[in-house]
């Protein structure tokens, strides 16, 4: 699975003008999964997303995960998006391709799957709509922004 993180201050996703899923303080996950991926690549990187340590400490250092990102156990927000695209091909041409995407149903149940799993691990989750037109809205803070890939076996 892939995913693309980013440390905000504030993010909100958009369908049709209504919006879906809004955060303070925390990170904005975009999430892709691959083909191959299975359930063991959407624990693995969530367990690393919980644990990831972007957030700064009292010296300022990134030392805090979002899960005690105000250095007295207080969690920030997970806003959690589908995006096939981070799986784009574009080492031949200028129109990227996306085989290595899963197949839209697959990616449905994994994205799923993960938003369960991080809505049964950390309080306070929000998404999107798989497969929607959205608009993203958000504040990088920092800018902190970090590819992550749990590969398949």
């Known amino acids: 699975m892939l995913a693309l993180v ?16 809004q955060i303070g303080a925390g990170l904005l996950v975009l999430v892709c999964a691959e083909r191959g991926d299975g359930t ?17 400490d009292a010296q300022g250092k990134m030392n805090l995960s979002v899960q005690d990102m105000d250095g ?6 997970l806003l959690i998006v589908s995006q096939f695209t981070l799986a784009a091909d574009t080492s031949s041409g200028n129109r990227p391709g996306f ?4 197949p839209p149903a697959d990616g449905e149940r994994l994205y799923d799957y993960f938003v369960a799993q991080a809505r049964g691990a950390h309080p306070l989750v929000q998404t999107g ?3 929607a037109d959205m608009k993203v809205h ?6 902190v922004t970090i590819p992550m ?4 076996p």
């Open 149 to 152: 890939r749990i590969a398949p």
């Open 72 to 77: 007295h156990g207080a969690a920030g927000g």
């Open 40 to 56: 063991e690549q959407a624990d693995r990187l969530l367990a690393k997303l919980l644990k990831l340590r972007v957030f700064s």
């Open 129 to 131: 709509a798989f497969g």
């Open 99 to 102: 085989s290595a995407a899963a």
């Open 6 to 21: 980013q440390r905000v201050q504030e993010a909100r996703v958009v369908v049709q003008g209504q919006t879906l899923g």
């Open 138 to 143: 958000l504040i990088n803070d920092g800018p």
